[in-house]
């Protein structure tokens, strides 16, 4: 009897050192590693990460606030430390990489997944949203992160968002360049031009700006017809608008310029629409009426900005260049309103 007590004190360090072994054991199979890419999503206890090459992973998070950090990011391109074993991926730690920097410049080189802006390198991946219309020579804005080994990863690069339209009448119509609403834009055999167009037509110029900051014509087309209409917004329901005396359906198909922002009662506007059985008019969409005009700034005030004799307003949304001041030249985007008040979108340095 006394042995096997004896035995039984030997047994219990022995098994004690024998779990202490396999855990060691456990933990020296486990690896760690440090994932970039973009976090698509949370669900429930894993979160979905598209890496800078395209292969998606799926990681398991355990803490509840792990998971609310995770959660806050989804959106944003992360660096992710996980702990691997047997195939399986667990969370130690997420935190978004880097932050977002913007960048304006021309394109001068476009060479697979590196591009050249302005002087800088930005390289491009599965996940960088592109504007329409990019080509070398054009002005673009490049929203980039800073990775860890400082490289510039570009997450959008877009024209100019205010310069991508433009509405107003056909002053003239040459071979080379049309002057449409005051503005002079360079055509070429690759512009797309509607039917019906002429001299005193209202025409939808899209474009892109060139490096010696000539404006390009993508395309030119009639501003109204059977299912275009420019008038003043009059009323805004849930459902339905009101605009220049004609109301129109609205509903979640319909795309509203720059969600909706600028799309206040009174600004002037422009409506693609379809016209159903029962007659009603169904919005496909709704884009301000944006106009252009260049001259000196002669005064700034908190709401309103004079520049070569004509009155703007500013408001909350109104994007203004740092570096303007009273007797520079400035370049104005606006949109009208029905009373005739002109309300600035953008001003910027000429």
């Not at 998070?61 to 047997?86: H, K, M, P």
């Not at 509203?256 to 379809?274: H, K, P, Q, T, Y």
């Amino acid at each position: 009897m006394k042995r096997m007590k004896n035995r039984g004190k030997l047994l219990v360090p022995l098994l004690v050192l024998m779990a202490g072994l396999l855990g060691f054991s456990a933990c020296e199979g486990a690896t760690t590693e440090d994932i970039r890419g973009l976090l698509q999503a949370m669900e429930g206890k894993e979160m979905v990460v598209t890496r800078e090459d395209g292969s998606t992973l799926r990681i398991t998070v355990e803490q509840q606030s792990a998971a609310a950090q995770a959660q806050s990011l989804v959106g944003d391109r992360v660096t992710v430390r996980v702990r691997s074993r047997g195939g399986e991926r667990e969370l130690e730690q997420v935190s978004r990489l880097g932050e977002d920097q913007h960048f304006s410049g021309t394109i001068e080189s476009i060479n697979g997944d590196m591009w050249t802006v302005g002087g800088s390198q930005f390289k491009v991946d599965a996940n960088t949203r592109l504007d329409g219309g990019l080509a070398v020579g054009v002005l673009a804005r490049v929203e980039f992160v800073t990775l860890a080994d400082g490289t510039a990863l570009a997450t959008e690069i877009q024209t100019d968002e205010d310069d991508e339209h433009f509405s107003g009448a056909i002053e003239s119509m040459g071979s080379s360049q049309w002057v449409i609403g005051g503005e002079t834009f360079q055509v070429n055999n690759a512009t797309r031009l509607d039917d019906g167009l002429a001299i005193g037509v209202v025409a939808r110029v899209e474009f892109v700006r060139m490096q010696d900051a000539s404006l390009l014509a993508i395309e030119i087309e009639t501003d109204q017809g059977d299912n275009k209409f420019i008038g003043a917004i009059e009323s805004k329901g849930a459902d339905s608008w009101v605009i220049g005396g004609r109301t129109f359906q609205i509903n979640a198909a319909t795309h509203l310029s720059r969600g909706g922002r600028n799309l206040d009662a009174g600004v002037v506007v422009r409506v693609e629409f379809i016209t159903i059985s029962d007659g009603t008019l169904v919005a496909t969409e709704i884009q301000a009426v944006l106009q252009r005009f260049s001259g000196t700034v002669e005064s700034i005030g908190s709401d309103e900005w004079v520049v070569g004799g004509r009155t703007f307003k500013i408001t909350g949304s109104t994007r203004l260049d740092d570096d303007l001041a009273v007797g520079k030249s400035a370049r104005v985007r606006f949109v009208e309103m029905a009373d005739g008040t002109m309300v600035a979108t953008r001003i910027q340095d000429r």
